[in-house]
Protein backbone atom coordinates (compact mmCIF):
# COMPACT_ATOMS: atom_id res chain seq x y z
CA UNK A 1 0.00 0.00 0.00
CA UNK A 2 0.95 3.78 -1.05
CA UNK A 3 0.43 6.39 1.98
CA UNK A 4 1.54 10.27 1.89
CA UNK A 5 5.02 9.60 3.20
CA UNK A 6 6.13 6.93 0.65
CA UNK A 7 5.15 8.93 -2.14
CA UNK A 8 6.67 12.37 -1.05
CA UNK A 9 9.79 10.43 -0.88
CA UNK A 10 10.19 9.00 -4.28
CA UNK A 11 8.32 11.89 -5.85
CA UNK A 12 11.32 13.71 -4.44
CA UNK A 13 13.35 11.85 -7.11
CA UNK A 14 14.10 15.10 -9.97
CA UNK A 15 14.95 12.23 -12.38
CA UNK A 16 11.46 10.68 -12.15
CA UNK A 17 9.83 14.49 -12.03
CA UNK A 18 11.81 15.09 -15.54
CA UNK A 19 10.71 11.42 -16.76
CA UNK A 20 6.71 12.26 -15.46
CA UNK A 21 6.85 15.67 -17.18
CA UNK A 22 8.33 14.52 -20.24
CA UNK A 23 5.82 11.69 -20.48
CA UNK A 24 2.86 13.96 -19.65
CA UNK A 25 3.36 16.49 -22.35
CA UNK A 26 0.09 16.64 -24.70
CA UNK A 27 -1.51 14.71 -22.33
CA UNK A 28 -5.21 14.83 -19.68
CA UNK A 29 -3.52 13.81 -16.75
CA UNK A 30 -5.90 12.81 -13.72
CA UNK A 31 -4.41 12.59 -10.71
CA UNK A 32 -5.32 10.50 -7.38
CA UNK A 33 -5.10 11.24 -3.94
CA UNK A 34 -4.63 8.05 -2.24
CA UNK A 35 -8.80 6.74 -0.59
CA UNK A 36 -9.84 10.21 -1.40
CA UNK A 37 -10.25 9.26 -5.44
CA UNK A 38 -9.33 11.49 -8.36
CA UNK A 39 -8.90 15.60 -8.37
CA UNK A 40 -10.63 17.51 -10.85
CA UNK A 41 -10.71 16.72 -14.65
CA UNK A 42 -9.17 17.85 -17.30
CA UNK A 43 -5.86 18.50 -15.54
CA UNK A 44 -2.16 18.65 -17.19
CA UNK A 45 1.61 18.86 -15.98
CA UNK A 46 4.25 20.94 -17.48
CA UNK A 47 6.67 20.82 -15.09
CA UNK A 48 8.49 18.63 -12.89
CA UNK A 49 8.12 20.81 -9.96
CA UNK A 50 4.41 19.86 -10.10
CA UNK A 51 4.70 16.60 -9.61
CA UNK A 52 6.56 17.17 -5.60
CA UNK A 53 4.39 19.71 -5.13
CA UNK A 54 0.82 17.24 -5.76
CA UNK A 55 2.31 14.82 -3.73
CA UNK A 56 2.65 17.20 -0.61
CA UNK A 57 -1.15 17.83 -1.22
CA UNK A 58 -1.38 13.94 -0.80
CA UNK A 59 -1.22 12.77 -4.39
CA UNK A 60 -0.28 8.91 -4.63
CA UNK A 61 -0.50 7.87 -8.60
CA UNK A 62 -0.92 9.84 -11.81
CA UNK A 63 -3.22 8.73 -15.20
CA UNK A 64 -2.81 10.20 -18.59
CA UNK A 65 -4.94 9.35 -21.66
CA UNK A 66 -3.89 7.69 -24.66
CA UNK A 67 -5.13 10.75 -26.70
CA UNK A 68 -2.71 13.48 -27.35
CA UNK A 69 -4.32 16.89 -27.08
CA UNK A 70 -3.03 20.19 -28.52
CA UNK A 71 -4.29 22.04 -25.01
CA UNK A 72 -5.72 19.68 -22.70
CA UNK A 73 -7.17 21.60 -20.53
CA UNK A 74 -9.41 22.99 -23.20
CA UNK A 75 -11.54 19.60 -22.74
CA UNK A 76 -14.77 19.65 -21.32
CA UNK A 77 -17.15 17.24 -20.83
CA UNK A 78 -20.41 16.38 -23.07
CA UNK A 79 -18.29 18.13 -25.79
CA UNK A 80 -19.26 16.81 -29.63
CA UNK A 81 -17.16 14.46 -31.60
CA UNK A 82 -16.31 17.25 -34.11
CA UNK A 83 -15.05 19.57 -31.00
CA UNK A 84 -13.30 16.67 -29.42
CA UNK A 85 -11.63 15.78 -32.82
CA UNK A 86 -10.30 19.47 -33.22
CA UNK A 87 -8.33 19.16 -30.03
CA UNK A 88 -7.18 15.69 -30.37
CA UNK A 89 -3.84 15.86 -32.18
CA UNK A 90 -3.15 11.74 -32.12
CA UNK A 91 -2.72 8.82 -30.08
CA UNK A 92 -0.54 6.24 -28.70
CA UNK A 93 -1.37 2.71 -28.90
CA UNK A 94 -1.39 0.86 -25.55
CA UNK A 95 -1.41 -2.55 -25.25
CA UNK A 96 -3.01 -3.18 -21.39
CA UNK A 97 -2.37 -7.05 -20.67
CA UNK A 98 -3.26 -7.73 -17.28
CA UNK A 99 -4.32 -11.65 -16.31
CA UNK A 100 -4.73 -13.55 -12.92
CA UNK A 101 -1.66 -15.62 -13.02
CA UNK A 102 1.65 -13.20 -13.26
CA UNK A 103 3.22 -16.23 -15.73
CA UNK A 104 0.80 -15.89 -18.54
CA UNK A 105 0.35 -11.81 -18.14
CA UNK A 106 4.31 -11.94 -18.75
CA UNK A 107 4.14 -14.65 -21.60
CA UNK A 108 1.81 -12.86 -23.36
CA UNK A 109 3.09 -9.69 -23.02
CA UNK A 110 6.30 -10.82 -24.67
CA UNK A 111 4.37 -12.67 -27.52
CA UNK A 112 2.55 -9.31 -28.08
CA UNK A 113 6.27 -7.73 -28.79
CA UNK A 114 7.36 -10.72 -30.82
CA UNK A 115 3.96 -10.11 -33.24
CA UNK A 116 5.00 -6.27 -33.17
CA UNK A 117 8.31 -7.36 -34.67
CA UNK A 118 6.82 -9.76 -36.92
CA UNK A 119 5.30 -6.40 -38.23
CA UNK A 120 8.95 -4.71 -38.58
CA UNK A 121 7.93 -2.34 -35.63
CA UNK A 122 11.20 -1.39 -33.54
CA UNK A 123 9.57 1.30 -31.75
CA UNK A 124 7.90 -0.95 -29.28
CA UNK A 125 8.19 0.10 -25.28
CA UNK A 126 7.20 -1.94 -22.66
CA UNK A 127 6.59 -0.60 -18.78
CA UNK A 128 5.20 -3.03 -15.81
CA UNK A 129 1.63 -1.73 -15.09
CA UNK A 130 2.51 -1.33 -11.41
CA UNK A 131 0.41 -4.45 -10.03
CA UNK A 132 -0.11 -7.62 -12.38
CA UNK A 133 0.67 -6.93 -15.91
CA UNK A 134 2.21 -4.41 -18.63
CA UNK A 135 1.48 -1.88 -20.96
CA UNK A 136 2.88 -2.28 -24.42
CA UNK A 137 3.36 0.80 -26.49
CA UNK A 138 3.24 1.97 -29.93
CA UNK A 139 3.97 6.10 -30.47
CA UNK A 140 1.83 7.53 -32.06
CA UNK A 141 3.88 8.70 -35.33
CA UNK A 142 4.51 5.29 -36.13
CA UNK A 143 1.39 5.23 -37.73
CA UNK A 144 0.67 7.15 -41.10
CA UNK A 145 -1.09 10.55 -40.91
CA UNK A 146 -4.37 8.92 -43.41
CA UNK A 147 -6.07 5.70 -43.23
CA UNK A 148 -8.79 6.08 -46.83
CA UNK A 149 -8.79 9.41 -46.74
CA UNK A 150 -9.08 10.00 -42.95
CA UNK A 151 -7.00 11.51 -40.67
CA UNK A 152 -5.31 8.40 -38.54
CA UNK A 153 -5.96 10.98 -35.68
CA UNK A 154 -9.55 11.16 -35.69
CA UNK A 155 -9.35 6.90 -35.51
CA UNK A 156 -10.15 6.99 -31.57
CA UNK A 157 -11.14 4.28 -30.13
CA UNK A 158 -11.63 2.04 -32.86
CA UNK A 159 -8.40 1.85 -34.48
CA UNK A 160 -6.80 0.80 -30.83
CA UNK A 161 -9.51 -1.34 -30.65
CA UNK A 162 -8.81 -2.95 -33.44
CA UNK A 163 -5.66 -3.37 -33.56
CA UNK A 164 -5.68 -4.86 -29.82
CA UNK A 165 -8.31 -7.90 -30.67
CA UNK A 166 -6.26 -8.16 -34.34
CA UNK A 167 -3.20 -8.77 -32.66
CA UNK A 168 -4.71 -11.47 -29.69
CA UNK A 169 -5.77 -13.01 -32.36
CA UNK A 170 -2.37 -12.90 -34.22
CA UNK A 171 -0.48 -14.56 -31.91
CA UNK A 172 -3.47 -16.75 -31.15
CA UNK A 173 -3.22 -18.18 -34.45
CA UNK A 174 0.71 -18.01 -34.50
CA UNK A 175 2.37 -18.82 -31.66
CA UNK A 176 -0.27 -20.58 -29.19
CA UNK A 177 -0.54 -24.45 -29.54
CA UNK A 178 -3.75 -26.07 -28.08
CA UNK A 179 -2.19 -29.84 -27.31
CA UNK A 180 -3.55 -32.87 -25.70
CA UNK A 181 -3.78 -31.23 -21.78
CA UNK A 182 -2.18 -28.60 -21.84
CA UNK A 183 -1.48 -25.19 -23.66
CA UNK A 184 1.74 -24.50 -25.40
CA UNK A 185 2.86 -20.75 -25.49
CA UNK A 186 5.84 -19.49 -27.78
CA UNK A 187 4.64 -22.51 -30.48
CA UNK A 188 8.10 -22.52 -32.68
CA UNK A 189 9.72 -19.86 -30.89
CA UNK A 190 13.05 -20.93 -29.19
CA UNK A 191 11.70 -20.21 -25.40
CA UNK A 192 8.34 -21.39 -24.59
CA UNK A 193 5.91 -22.10 -21.47
CA UNK A 194 3.24 -24.73 -21.06
CA UNK A 195 0.34 -24.95 -18.87
CA UNK A 196 -1.95 -27.18 -18.01
CA UNK A 197 -6.09 -27.01 -18.55
CA UNK A 198 -6.56 -28.61 -14.79
CA UNK A 199 -3.69 -25.71 -13.41
CA UNK A 200 -5.64 -23.39 -15.79
CA UNK A 201 -9.21 -24.13 -14.54
CA UNK A 202 -7.93 -24.11 -10.93
CA UNK A 203 -6.82 -20.35 -11.44
CA UNK A 204 -9.69 -19.23 -13.56
CA UNK A 205 -12.84 -21.55 -12.89
CA UNK A 206 -12.97 -22.06 -16.16
CA UNK A 207 -13.51 -25.11 -18.07
CA UNK A 208 -11.35 -26.74 -21.18
CA UNK A 209 -14.33 -25.55 -23.91
CA UNK A 210 -14.51 -22.08 -22.01
CA UNK A 211 -10.85 -21.94 -22.79
CA UNK A 212 -10.75 -22.83 -26.69
CA UNK A 213 -12.45 -21.90 -29.35
CA UNK A 214 -13.23 -24.06 -32.68
CA UNK A 215 -12.21 -22.33 -35.84
CA UNK A 216 -13.98 -23.54 -39.01
CA UNK A 217 -13.08 -22.29 -43.25
CA UNK A 218 -15.91 -20.76 -43.92
CA UNK A 219 -16.45 -20.91 -47.67
CA UNK A 220 -14.99 -17.66 -49.41
CA UNK A 221 -14.57 -16.05 -45.84
CA UNK A 222 -11.27 -17.14 -44.20
CA UNK A 223 -11.33 -18.96 -40.67
CA UNK A 224 -13.95 -17.95 -38.39
CA UNK A 225 -15.41 -19.48 -35.00
CA UNK A 226 -18.78 -21.44 -34.76
CA UNK A 227 -20.14 -22.58 -32.05
CA UNK A 228 -22.16 -25.39 -33.90
CA UNK A 229 -21.01 -26.53 -37.10
CA UNK A 230 -23.58 -27.55 -39.69
CA UNK A 231 -23.12 -29.89 -42.75
CA UNK A 232 -22.17 -28.24 -46.23
CA UNK A 233 -23.31 -29.17 -49.51
CA UNK A 234 -22.72 -27.98 -52.93
CA UNK A 235 -25.46 -26.84 -55.75
CA UNK A 236 -24.32 -26.16 -58.82
CA UNK A 237 -26.00 -22.71 -60.76
CA UNK A 238 -27.97 -23.26 -63.36
CA UNK A 239 -26.96 -20.29 -64.99
CA UNK A 240 -23.07 -19.67 -64.73
CA UNK A 241 -22.23 -23.23 -63.61
CA UNK A 242 -20.56 -22.10 -60.51
CA UNK A 243 -20.33 -24.45 -57.51
CA UNK A 244 -21.85 -23.13 -54.80
CA UNK A 245 -21.54 -24.50 -51.14
CA UNK A 246 -23.93 -23.89 -48.57
CA UNK A 247 -26.01 -25.24 -44.83
CA UNK A 248 -28.07 -27.92 -44.57
CA UNK A 249 -31.68 -26.90 -44.73
CA UNK A 250 -31.63 -23.65 -46.63
CA UNK A 251 -33.81 -23.56 -49.24
CA UNK A 252 -32.91 -20.78 -51.43
CA UNK A 253 -29.41 -19.39 -51.80
CA UNK A 254 -27.44 -16.24 -54.29
CA UNK A 255 -25.20 -17.87 -56.03
CA UNK A 256 -21.39 -16.42 -55.23
CA UNK A 257 -20.59 -15.38 -58.94
CA UNK A 258 -23.28 -14.47 -61.10
CA UNK A 259 -25.62 -13.44 -57.75
CA UNK A 260 -28.86 -14.96 -59.35
CA UNK A 261 -31.42 -16.59 -56.81
CA UNK A 262 -31.19 -20.35 -56.86
CA UNK A 263 -33.57 -22.47 -55.35
CA UNK A 264 -32.42 -25.95 -53.47
CA UNK A 265 -33.42 -29.04 -55.03
CA UNK A 266 -32.38 -32.39 -54.55
CA UNK A 267 -31.38 -32.97 -58.57
CA UNK A 268 -28.71 -30.00 -58.77
CA UNK A 269 -27.08 -30.84 -54.96
CA UNK A 270 -23.78 -32.53 -55.86
CA UNK A 271 -23.90 -36.02 -53.62
CA UNK A 272 -20.34 -36.12 -53.27
CA UNK A 273 -19.98 -33.73 -50.93
CA UNK A 274 -23.18 -33.80 -48.87
CA UNK A 275 -22.62 -34.69 -45.32
CA UNK A 276 -19.15 -33.73 -45.14
CA UNK A 277 -17.99 -32.46 -41.72
CA UNK A 278 -15.42 -29.82 -41.93
CA UNK A 279 -12.79 -30.57 -39.52
CA UNK A 280 -12.09 -27.91 -36.85
CA UNK A 281 -8.96 -25.95 -35.80
CA UNK A 282 -8.82 -25.60 -32.18
CA UNK A 283 -7.42 -22.31 -30.66
CA UNK A 284 -6.47 -21.02 -27.35
CA UNK A 285 -9.32 -18.19 -26.47
CA UNK A 286 -6.86 -15.46 -24.72
CA UNK A 287 -9.70 -13.49 -24.25
CA UNK A 288 -11.15 -15.52 -21.89
CA UNK A 289 -8.38 -15.38 -18.83
CA UNK A 290 -7.08 -11.78 -20.45
CA UNK A 291 -8.03 -8.43 -19.13
CA UNK A 292 -7.51 -6.50 -22.31
CA UNK A 293 -8.50 -2.65 -21.60
CA UNK A 294 -7.57 -1.50 -24.82
CA UNK A 295 -10.30 -3.40 -26.69
CA UNK A 296 -12.78 -1.66 -24.14
CA UNK A 297 -11.61 1.88 -24.48
CA UNK A 298 -13.62 5.25 -25.05
CA UNK A 299 -12.68 8.65 -25.17
CA UNK A 300 -10.26 10.50 -22.44
CA UNK A 301 -9.24 6.88 -21.62
CA UNK A 302 -6.53 6.44 -19.00
CA UNK A 303 -3.53 4.47 -18.47
CA UNK A 304 -0.90 4.83 -15.24
CA UNK A 305 1.59 7.06 -16.03
CA UNK A 306 5.41 5.83 -16.59
CA UNK A 307 6.81 5.90 -12.94
CA UNK A 308 3.53 6.12 -11.06
CA UNK A 309 2.78 4.30 -8.10
CA UNK A 310 0.18 1.71 -7.33
CA UNK A 311 -1.83 1.93 -4.29
CA UNK A 312 -2.56 -1.55 -3.88
CA UNK A 313 0.46 -3.29 -4.54
CA UNK A 314 2.98 -0.33 -3.85
CA UNK A 315 4.79 -0.91 -6.64
CA UNK A 316 6.16 1.64 -9.59
CA UNK A 317 4.91 1.83 -12.62
CA UNK A 318 8.05 0.89 -14.47
CA UNK A 319 9.10 1.10 -17.92
CA UNK A 320 12.44 -1.44 -19.04
CA UNK A 321 13.58 -2.73 -22.06
CA UNK A 322 11.20 -4.90 -24.19
CA UNK A 323 13.69 -7.76 -24.63
CA UNK A 324 13.88 -8.67 -20.91
CA UNK A 325 10.33 -8.88 -20.42
CA UNK A 326 10.73 -12.50 -19.62
CA UNK A 327 13.07 -12.01 -17.19
CA UNK A 328 11.22 -9.29 -15.14
CA UNK A 329 9.94 -9.28 -11.90
CA UNK A 330 8.00 -7.57 -9.71
CA UNK A 331 10.10 -6.79 -7.04
CA UNK A 332 12.36 -4.96 -9.64
CA UNK A 333 9.81 -2.00 -9.20
CA UNK A 334 9.91 -1.53 -5.88
CA UNK A 335 9.91 1.90 -4.90
CA UNK A 336 13.13 2.05 -3.12
CA UNK A 337 15.47 0.71 -5.64
CA UNK A 338 13.53 2.20 -8.65
CA UNK A 339 15.93 5.15 -10.54
CA UNK A 340 14.81 6.93 -13.90
CA UNK A 341 15.74 4.42 -16.67
CA UNK A 342 17.49 5.10 -19.98
CA UNK A 343 14.22 3.28 -21.68
CA UNK A 344 11.80 5.91 -22.27
CA UNK A 345 8.13 4.66 -22.70
CA UNK A 346 6.67 6.06 -26.11
CA UNK A 347 10.10 7.33 -27.55
CA UNK A 348 8.85 9.15 -30.57
CA UNK A 349 12.01 9.76 -31.78
CA UNK A 350 12.36 6.15 -32.81
CA UNK A 351 9.25 6.12 -34.33
CA UNK A 352 9.30 6.51 -38.47
CA UNK A 353 5.78 5.63 -40.29
CA UNK A 354 6.79 1.26 -39.91
CA UNK A 355 3.16 0.63 -38.12
CA UNK A 356 1.13 1.60 -41.33
CA UNK A 357 0.81 -2.39 -42.39
CA UNK A 358 -0.75 -3.32 -38.44
CA UNK A 359 -2.93 -0.40 -39.23
CA UNK A 360 -4.65 -1.77 -42.49
CA UNK A 361 -4.62 -5.21 -41.63
CA UNK A 362 -6.13 -4.65 -38.24
CA UNK A 363 -8.79 -1.93 -39.87
CA UNK A 364 -9.06 -4.58 -42.83
CA UNK A 365 -10.26 -7.48 -40.12
CA UNK A 366 -12.50 -5.14 -37.88
CA UNK A 367 -14.31 -3.99 -41.20
CA UNK A 368 -14.81 -7.34 -42.54
CA UNK A 369 -16.18 -8.53 -38.77
CA UNK A 370 -18.56 -5.42 -38.72
CA UNK A 371 -20.11 -6.70 -42.46
CA UNK A 372 -20.39 -10.20 -41.13
CA UNK A 373 -21.79 -8.89 -38.08
CA UNK A 374 -24.28 -6.90 -40.13
CA UNK A 375 -25.58 -9.59 -42.35
CA UNK A 376 -26.60 -11.32 -39.51
CA UNK A 377 -27.82 -8.65 -37.16
CA UNK A 378 -31.29 -9.22 -35.30
CA UNK A 379 -33.13 -6.69 -35.89
CA UNK A 380 -35.53 -5.02 -32.95
CA UNK A 381 -38.27 -2.78 -33.18
CA UNK A 382 -38.05 0.07 -31.50
CA UNK A 383 -39.06 -0.32 -28.14
CA UNK A 384 -41.69 2.55 -26.96
CA UNK A 385 -42.00 1.94 -23.33
CA UNK A 386 -38.31 0.93 -21.42
CA UNK A 387 -38.94 -2.92 -20.33
CA UNK A 388 -38.83 -3.17 -16.41
CA UNK A 389 -35.59 -5.08 -14.92
CA UNK A 390 -38.51 -8.00 -13.35
CA UNK A 391 -38.51 -9.15 -17.24
CA UNK A 392 -34.54 -8.90 -17.87
CA UNK A 393 -32.80 -12.46 -18.25
CA UNK A 394 -31.30 -14.35 -15.57
CA UNK A 395 -27.79 -13.48 -16.75
CA UNK A 396 -28.32 -10.03 -17.00
CA UNK A 397 -30.01 -9.61 -12.98
CA UNK A 398 -26.89 -11.42 -11.82
CA UNK A 399 -24.06 -9.14 -13.61
CA UNK A 400 -26.22 -6.39 -11.71
CA UNK A 401 -26.07 -8.15 -8.30
CA UNK A 402 -22.62 -7.25 -8.73
CA UNK A 403 -19.30 -9.35 -9.78
CA UNK A 404 -16.01 -10.77 -8.79
CA UNK A 405 -13.76 -9.58 -11.95
CA UNK A 406 -14.53 -8.90 -15.52
CA UNK A 407 -16.22 -5.11 -14.11
CA UNK A 408 -15.51 -3.34 -17.64
CA UNK A 409 -16.82 -6.33 -19.89
CA UNK A 410 -19.95 -6.28 -17.59
CA UNK A 411 -19.86 -2.43 -17.97
CA UNK A 412 -19.90 -2.70 -21.77
CA UNK A 413 -22.66 -5.77 -21.61
CA UNK A 414 -25.06 -3.62 -19.40
CA UNK A 415 -24.96 -0.34 -21.35
CA UNK A 416 -25.95 -2.24 -24.59
CA UNK A 417 -28.42 -3.43 -23.62
CA UNK A 418 -30.45 -1.61 -21.06
CA UNK A 419 -29.91 0.94 -24.28
CA UNK A 420 -32.04 -1.29 -26.43
CA UNK A 421 -34.65 -1.98 -23.37
CA UNK A 422 -35.61 1.42 -23.95
CA UNK A 423 -33.95 3.03 -21.02
CA UNK A 424 -33.29 6.20 -21.00
CA UNK A 425 -29.13 7.51 -20.59
CA UNK A 426 -30.35 8.74 -17.05
CA UNK A 427 -31.79 6.11 -15.44
CA UNK A 428 -28.60 3.89 -17.22
CA UNK A 429 -26.48 5.79 -15.49
CA UNK A 430 -28.39 5.76 -12.00
CA UNK A 431 -28.77 2.16 -12.75
CA UNK A 432 -25.34 1.73 -13.52
CA UNK A 433 -23.42 3.89 -9.96
CA UNK A 434 -25.99 1.35 -8.08
CA UNK A 435 -24.55 -1.79 -9.52
CA UNK A 436 -21.23 -0.13 -9.80
CA UNK A 437 -20.95 -0.31 -5.78
CA UNK A 438 -22.20 -3.91 -5.74
CA UNK A 439 -18.76 -4.81 -7.25
CA UNK A 440 -16.24 -6.27 -5.13
CA UNK A 441 -14.09 -3.67 -6.26
CA UNK A 442 -16.40 -0.45 -7.89
CA UNK A 443 -14.73 0.95 -11.22
CA UNK A 444 -13.74 4.26 -11.54
CA UNK A 445 -16.93 6.49 -11.41
CA UNK A 446 -14.46 8.23 -14.44
CA UNK A 447 -14.75 4.93 -16.91
CA UNK A 448 -18.82 4.52 -15.75
CA UNK A 449 -19.90 7.55 -16.92
CA UNK A 450 -17.63 7.79 -19.83
CA UNK A 451 -18.25 5.38 -21.74
CA UNK A 452 -22.08 6.09 -20.89
CA UNK A 453 -21.94 9.33 -22.44
CA UNK A 454 -19.62 8.60 -25.29
CA UNK A 455 -22.62 6.76 -26.35
CA UNK A 456 -24.98 9.03 -25.77
CA UNK A 457 -22.83 12.15 -27.56
CA UNK A 458 -22.07 9.52 -30.77
CA UNK A 459 -25.97 8.25 -30.63
CA UNK A 460 -23.66 4.95 -31.17
CA UNK A 461 -26.52 1.91 -30.52
CA UNK A 462 -25.06 -1.83 -30.58
CA UNK A 463 -26.64 -4.74 -29.21
CA UNK A 464 -25.57 -6.28 -26.44
CA UNK A 465 -23.33 -10.27 -26.88
CA UNK A 466 -25.20 -13.00 -27.44
CA UNK A 467 -25.99 -15.59 -25.07
CA UNK A 468 -23.07 -17.97 -26.99
CA UNK A 469 -20.70 -15.00 -27.11
CA UNK A 470 -17.75 -15.88 -24.87
CA UNK A 471 -17.89 -12.23 -22.53
CA UNK A 472 -20.44 -14.05 -20.53
CA UNK A 473 -18.45 -17.23 -19.37
CA UNK A 474 -15.16 -14.99 -18.87
CA UNK A 475 -17.34 -12.90 -16.50
CA UNK A 476 -18.70 -16.03 -14.75
CA UNK A 477 -21.63 -15.79 -15.76
CA UNK A 478 -23.32 -19.41 -17.52
CA UNK A 479 -26.67 -18.24 -19.57
CA UNK A 480 -29.18 -20.88 -19.29
CA UNK A 481 -30.09 -22.95 -21.93
CA UNK A 482 -33.61 -21.27 -22.02
CA UNK A 483 -31.74 -18.09 -22.59
CA UNK A 484 -30.16 -19.58 -25.28
CA UNK A 485 -32.73 -20.12 -27.07
CA UNK A 486 -33.40 -16.39 -27.35
CA UNK A 487 -29.88 -16.29 -28.71
CA UNK A 488 -29.57 -12.43 -27.59
CA UNK A 489 -30.91 -10.97 -24.28
CA UNK A 490 -32.87 -8.26 -25.96
CA UNK A 491 -34.61 -10.57 -27.60
CA UNK A 492 -35.34 -12.42 -23.97
CA UNK A 493 -36.46 -8.88 -22.89
CA UNK A 494 -38.61 -8.29 -25.78
CA UNK A 495 -40.30 -11.73 -26.05
CA UNK A 496 -41.18 -11.71 -22.39
CA UNK A 497 -42.58 -8.26 -22.83
CA UNK A 498 -44.68 -8.88 -25.26
CA UNK A 499 -46.10 -12.10 -23.52
CA UNK A 500 -46.48 -10.60 -19.98
CA UNK A 501 -46.91 -6.95 -20.96
CA UNK A 502 -44.12 -4.22 -18.93
CA UNK A 503 -44.28 -1.19 -17.11
CA UNK A 504 -43.02 1.95 -17.68
CA UNK A 505 -39.16 2.18 -15.99
CA UNK A 506 -37.40 4.80 -17.27
Known amino acids: MVNTSTALKFYKNQEIQEAMAAAAKHREIAIKFSDKGFGKRPDAISYPAEIISLAKEGATSFHSSEELWQNPLNIKTGMSQKEVEKLRIGWDLIIDIDAPVWDISRAIAWLIIKAFNDFGISSTSVKFSGNKG ?136 TQASSNVQEEAKVQFNALAILE ?25 SLPFNPEKILDFKRKFAHPEIVKASRHVFLDRTKAKGEATDLLEKAMRASEQTERKRDQGKQTFEEIADAIPETLFPPSIKRILEGLEDGRKRALFILINFLQYVGWSYDKIEQRLKEWNQKNAEPLRETVLVGQLRYRKQNKEKILPPNFDNDYYQSIGITPTDEEKRYKNPVKYSVMMAKRKGGKKEA
Open 134 to 269: FHIGIPFEAFPTEYKGQKTAQLFPQAPRSIAKYLIEYIAEQYIEVQDNEILIGKGCEKHFKVSFEKLTEITGKNREELTKRMYSEWGKGEVEVKEKKIKESIICPYCEKINQYEEGVDMISCSSCKKHIRVERSNV
Open 292 to 316: VDTILISSRHLFRMPYSLHEKSGLV
